[in-house]
């Protein structure tokens, strides 16, 4: 198992007698991208500043590359990067200006920080930016810039909190695709809080729920599904040809969809047959998609739609908080 880089235990917040983070225990792998998941006003960013060692918890311990945030937060600056949802630069200065300023600041030499500042503008695709004032940055731009700006350190952690808020469908995609690839380049552990479930499920090697300070669930989108979904954690929608009567004919006759149904079922890992007219819906504990086709095909039926279907963090989401009071552990509950 990989080594955690950072340990939550317990973690609690209080505002007078309102719980903002409750007893949350949570671990986050080295080298993964782990998402915080939830609505606004979940705790999401009161957890990062406790990481961060920005704000004091109530109770409880936070441990992020094995130091405590609470009692030594200097050092873990010193191994973790944290972009926030507004990143703010010296509009004055160019983008290169600011980089050199913030690798400065963290010792090191003018040539060393100008050398750096380069690389990281190329890495986060600013080069031919890099002499235009912040200020005329557009959002977008400004992130990656701010993704640079918390690279300079060299960290072995970084917190992106919210990053692609008020950017076009492009530029996210395009930051998306930048923090794959400086996981994959570099080995960063990134912990991404978000409540866009696409963006989370498209990058997040696993995810948390987080609703009112507490992390509901965690794992990856399979281990969820499975969880919520029981056994069905695909389902193969199928269309066939009927005639009025509703069933179709074959070299031996004809045969009614409800008994296509029926043989259906006889398919190892089948675990749910539903016919609305010519349309099937199949529950399945694997991707059975070539055997139910085949099945189909074999049967004489002409076959005119078949589409797979896999659960994603979106019906994850809206099964969990069906009528929005299902407030316990998904693990509490198998």
Same mark, same amino acid.
């Given at each position: ?5 950072i340990?939550l235990i /317990?973690?609690?917040?209080?505002y007078?007698?309102v ?6 225990n949570?671990s986050?792998? %080295? ?12 705790? %999401? ?8 060692g ?6 409880? +311990?936070?441990?992020v590359?094995?130091?405590d945030?609470?009692t030594?937060?200097?050092?873990v @600056?010193?191994?973790v990067?944290?972009l926030?949802?507004d990143?703010r ?7 290169i ?12 030499? &003018? ?7 380069k ?22 731009m ?10 300079? %350190? ?5 917190? #992106? ?6 950017i076009?469908?492009?530029?996210? +995609?395009? $930051?998306?695709? #930048? ?7 570099q ?5 991404? &809080? =978000?409540?866009?479930l696409?963006?989370?499920? !498209?990058i ?6 987080f609703?009112k300070? !507490? ?6 989108v399979a281990? #969820?599904? @499975?969880?919520l979904? &029981? ?10 040809? #009927?005639? =009025?009567?509703?069933? $179709? !004919?074959?070299?031996?006759g ?24 010519n349309? $099937? ?11 139910v ?14 589409h ?9 989401y809206? *099964? ?8 316990? *552990?998904? /693990?509490? @509950?198998?």
């Open positions: 198992m990989s080594q955690n880089i340990d /317990d973690l609690t917040k209080m007078g007698s719980s903002v983070v409750d007893h949350l949570l986050v792998r %080295k080298g993964e991208v782990f998402g915080l998941l939830g609505p606004n006003g979940a705790g %999401k960013s009161t957890t990062i500043l406790m990481m961060l920005l704000t004091e918890p109530t109770s409880g +311990q936070v441990k590359c094995d130091i945030s609470t030594n937060p200097i050092e @600056k010193r191994k990067g944290y926030p949802e990143v630069f010296y509009d004055e200065l160019t983008g200006e600011n980089l050199i300023y913030t690798a400065r600041l963290n010792n090191l030499s &003018s040539g060393q920080a100008r050398q750096k500042a690389e990281l503008l190329a890495n986060v695709g600013l080069s031919d930016e890099g002499d235009k004032k912040a200020g005329k940055y557009s959002r977008g400004r992130q990656r810039l701010g993704l640079a700006d918390v690279l300079i %350190k060299s960290p072995e952690v970084i917190i #992106l909190d919210e990053p692609t808020l008020g076009d469908p492009l530029g996210v +995609q395009e $930051f998306l695709e #930048l923090i794959i690839k400086l996981k994959n380049d080995g960063l552990t990134v912990v991404l &809080s =978000s409540h866009h696409y963006q989370v499920q !498209k997040c090697d696993r995810v948390g729920l609703v300070g !507490k992390i509901l669930a965690e794992g990856d281990t #969820l599904s @499975k969880k979904f &029981s056994d069905e954690t695909f389902i193969i929608e199928a269309e066939i040809i #009927l005639n =009025s009567s509703g069933d $179709f !004919k074959t070299s031996d004809t045969i009614k969809a409800e008994t296509l149904a029926e043989e259906l079922k006889t398919i190892g890992g089948v675990i749910s047959v539903s016919v609305n007219n349309a $099937f819906q199949i529950g399945c504990s694997c991707d059975l998609t070539a055997e086709a085949r099945l189909i095909v074999n049967s004489g039926a002409g076959l005119s739609y078949l797979k279907k896999e659960f994603g963090l979106d019906e994850i809206n *099964r969990y908080f069906e009528g929005g009071v299902n407030h316990e *552990r998904i /693990d509490d @509950k198998i």
